[in-house]
């Protein structure tokens, strides 16, 4: 079993408001959390990798190819691979993302 714990994972500074950590990863697949400043911004942008997205809390403005909609704490949706996409923080969040395969510029 590939485990994590807290105190072994540091946040990244990823700038705009928004610091990263990898929680668990092998070559096919990588859980990131994504903290989120209230007014921090995810920049639009695409990645050859399948993405699923869990908003474990805050709310937030996603766009996903042109289309905006407003997520919240609960909601869950699949990015797919090389979809441009990106969001605003509106409420203080955490976003926890997974990448098929891993994201390896994440390591």
Known sequence: MNETKDQNQSWVDCGNGVDRRV?????????????????????LHSHPHTQSTYVSSGVFDFTIDGETRRISAGDCFVIPSNAEHGCQCIEAGLLVDCFTPRRDDFL
């Open 23 to 43: 929680r668990a990863e092998n070559p096919d697949l990588m859980v990131v959390e994504f903290r989120f400043a209230t007014g921090g911004n995810g920049a």
